[in-house]
Each structure stands twice: as structure tokens, then as C-alpha cells.
């Protein structure tokens, strides 16, 4: 089956800076999710990307899919407290999560 | 949107005891559901993905007469835990999709199961 990785594991970042987390695949997606895990609490889905290239935006988020469908990152802008927590990706083919990327953010 | 209940959220048991979990699509006809077990501070491990009306497909090392899953409706899933021992304490975890590979998971809150 496909392995999904991700990286960073952690990352800690002062309230005002930027965050990127990255998901890299052994093998090429038919399209791959993003969802948040606070702490204590469920995933939540965020967005799902399907085509080559494609980026798509949610307020300060950003998130790309690359062109060969095997990689994707997640990009924060001006993160803030709110944004804390676990984003993981996961290929929509068999759902199986990257090890997912702890943020948390200095006030 | 789409709601997913989880049943029970917390459950605290003897060795050896059986435990049933329920995954319950609200508002919308699940084909597919996943279970998943997680670690503190660690990743979403997935257990076995099932469909509605047939068995379920486990993953390598995840062993079915351990964890019995059955999913006999569009809206239930359950996961039992067969004679449970502390190694099995974790938080488990479903998510249910609708028929398509581009409908997003809808997770339930998770059941932390510790057993003694």
C-alpha cells in the first residue's frame, strides 16, 4: 500500500510567523486530504485536493498539490494560538494518515 | 454537516473482558468506514477499512479475531475487543465516509479504552 510521510514531526513557532508542514508519497494519489487534530479532539477535514498543481486557499491556509500527485504542503500565514494543534494528510485512496505535524504557537 | 457518534467515549475494564464499540453515521449513509487506533501524542494507525454487507479488510499485523468488526448497515459500524488486555488500552477511533473516494472521512469523537 502507499506510505505517506510527513514532516516536520514538531514545530514550534512564535504567534506571527509563518508554518509549512509537508506530505510526501512512495507513490502517486488520486487525491489527498488534510484535517486538524486539536488536543483532545477528533480529526476535523480541512480540504481535499485532486488535480495536478492544484492549490486551493482558506483564509490563511494554503494548500498545494504537486504536479506529479505525490507530494502536498500545507502553508500558514501569521499563524495564530487558534492554530494549534496536529495536521495530518492522507491519501484519499485507502486513508491511511502521514505521522502528522504537532504545531504549537508561542503567544 | 455530516455527524459521526461514537459510543462509549470512555470505557474502563477488567482484563479479559469483551468490549463493543459503535460508529454511527447521523445524517448520512456511510459505505465505508475506518477504524483507526491512536497513541498519545502519535499518528492515526489504520486498523481495517469496512464496507456495508461485507467483511471487513484489515491491515498487516492488525488481527481480526482480535478486533471483530462488523458494519451490517449504511449507518452502523462496531468494533468488539475480544478478551481485552492492558496492551489494548488506546484511543480508538472511526470515521465514516459516504460512496465515493472524494468524499472526506467524518470522524466520531473517539473511545478511550483502558483496561486493568
Known amino acids: ?107 | 454537516g455530516a455527524v459521526v457518534s461514537q459510543h462509549p467515549s470512555w470505557v474502563i475494564c477488567k482484563s479479559g473482558t469483551s468490549v463493543k464499540i459503535e460508529c454511527r453515521s447521523l445524517d448520512f449513509q456511510a459505505t465505508t468506514m475506518f477504524w483507526y487506533r491512536q497513541f498519545p501524542k502519535q499518528s492515526l494507525m489504520l486498523m481495517a477499512t469496512s464496507n456495508e454487507g461485507s467483511k471487513a479488510t484489515y491491515e498487516q499485523g492488525v488481527e481480526k479475531d482480535k478486533f471483530l468488526i462488523n458494519h451490517a448497515s449504511l449507518t452502523l459500524s462496531t468494533l468488539t475487543v475480544t478478551s481485552a488486555h492492558p496492551e489494548d488500552s488506546s484511543f480508538y477511533i472511526c470515521s465514516a465516509r459516504g460512496d465515493t473516494l472524494n468524499q472526506p472521512q467524518h470522524f466520531g469523537d473517539g473511545t478511550r479504552l483502558s483496561i486493568l
Not at chain 1, 14 to 42: A, M, V
Not at chain 1, 69 to 94: E, M, R
Open chain 1, 1 to 107: 500500500g502507499q506510505q505517506v510521510m510527513q514532516i516536520p514531526q514538531y514545530q514550534h513557532v512564535q504567534e506571527g510567523e509563518d508554518f509549512t508542514t509537508y506530505c510526501n508519497s512512495s507513490t502517486t494519489l488520486s487525491n489527498i486530504q488534510w484535517y486538524k487534530q486539536r488536543p483532545g479532539g477528533h480529526p476535523v477535514f480541512l480540504i481535499q485536493l485532486v488535480k495536478s498543481g492544484e492549490v486551493k486557499k482558506q483564509k490563511r491556509l494554503t494548500f498545494q498539490f504537486g504536479e506529479a500527485k505525490k507530494n502536498s504542503s500545507l502553508h500558514i500565514t501569521a499563524t495564530q494560538t487558534t492554530d494549534v494543534g496536529t495536521y495530518f494528510c492522507a491519501g484519499a485512496n485507502d486513508m491511511r494518515f502521514g505521522a502528522g505535524t504537532r504545531l504549537t504557537v508561542k503567544p
